[in-house]
């Protein structure tokens, strides 16, 4: 097997570099439409992924979505205002001289947020579940279990890849 060396790699992210840089700078300069905060994106496909399946009534459907609509008005001013906060968190810890006292206030500030964003969920979490029926919420299980088996596999190949560059990089 043929060793790689140092000014190999070193070249070809020079490359990688040169060649993506120009569409990457293309793109940054399109105008794109307003993008809603992936946690509420990513929490409603997931949630959608699972009532494909599920032969929801009518009624079912329309008060889940009452539910959902319901609960992300709630949720995203929250996290703008998390937002926010960790945009202040920032600054704070770059700040010349570190301040340490306002980046504690923010720390507790920042956790009362996530513990009320929390009790919403848990609460749209509740809601849903009584409208469900107890069969429905047996292949919900069985669809969660998948994914959580599906997501510690791409774990192990995000831990994976991590060792491979922290070893490029810092050996």
């Given at each position: 097997m043929k060793k790689i060396r140092a000014p190999q790699i070193l070249l070809v992210l020079i490359?990688?570099?040169?060649?993506?840089?120009?569409?990457s700078v293309y793109a940054l300069s399109q105008e794109r439409p307003e993008r809603h905060h992936p946690f509420i994106l990513e929490r409603l496909v997931d949630f959608l992924n699972f009532i494909a399946d599920?032969?929801?009534?009518?009624?079912?459907?329309?008060?889940?979505k009452a539910l959902i609509t319901e609960t992300c008005d709630t949720v995203e001013p929250l996290i703008d205002e998390m937002k926010e906060l960790r945009d202040e968190m920032d600054e704070?810890?770059?700040?010349?001289?570190?301040?340490?006292?306002?980046?504690?206030?923010?720390?507790?500030?920042?956790?009362k947020l996530k513990s009320e964003l929390s009790t919403i969920v848990l609460s749209a979490k509740l809601k849903g579940a009584v409208v469900l029926t107890s069969e429905q919420?047996?292949?919900i299980l069985e669809k969660k279990k998948e994914h959580r088996k599906h997501m510690e596999e791409w774990?192990?190949?995000?831990?994976?890849?991590r060792d491979?560059?922290?070893?490029?990089?810092?050996?």
């Open positions: 490359l990688g570099a040169s060649l993506c840089l120009p569409y599920l032969d929801l009534t009518e009624e079912q459907k329309t008060t889940l704070a810890l770059l700040a010349e001289p570190i301040d340490d006292t306002k980046a504690t206030e923010l720390n507790q500030e920042i956790n919420r047996a292949i774990r192990e190949r995000f831990r994976e890849w491979f560059f922290s070893k490029l990089i810092f050996n």
